[in-house]
């Protein structure tokens, strides 16, 4: 906070300002990104509202974690579909499928060009 301020007449000012913070119990925050997560163990978490907003401030023991990409399942309908379109192996459809996430109309696209 400020130096040399007593937390009453901080809080009188924040009042004030029409500023209201509320601690907020955690055990763990977790902020998931598109390619990793941020892990903050043992928070102190405190909202801030303030003129119609509301905000976050969180310390703790901060982590990170990559995400795991979940693996695609290829079913023997996606296969037999995207066979009847192109004639082409089972093992080049698998392949096409998984590299286009499981994109049926992409993969026959990839393996007619």
Request: no cysteine; charged share 30%.
């Amino acid at each position: 906070m400020m130096p040399n301020m007593d937390p009453r007449a901080l809080k009188r000012m924040m009042d004030s300002m029409g500023m209201k913070t509320t601690e907020i119990n955690a055990s763990r925050v977790v902020i998931e990104g598109s390619d990793r997560n941020i892990i903050i163990e043992s928070p102190n978490v405190t909202m801030v509202e303030m003129q119609g907003s509301t905000s976050f401030q969180i310390t703790g023991v901060v982590s990170e974690a990559e995400k795991e990409q979940a693996k695609m399942e290829v079913t023997e309908d996606d296969i037999a579909m995207v066979r009847e379109k192109t004639g082409a192996s089972d093992d080049a459809i698998k392949k096409a499928l998984e590299e286009t996430n499981g994109d049926i109309a992409e993969a026959i696209l990839k393996l007619k060009g």
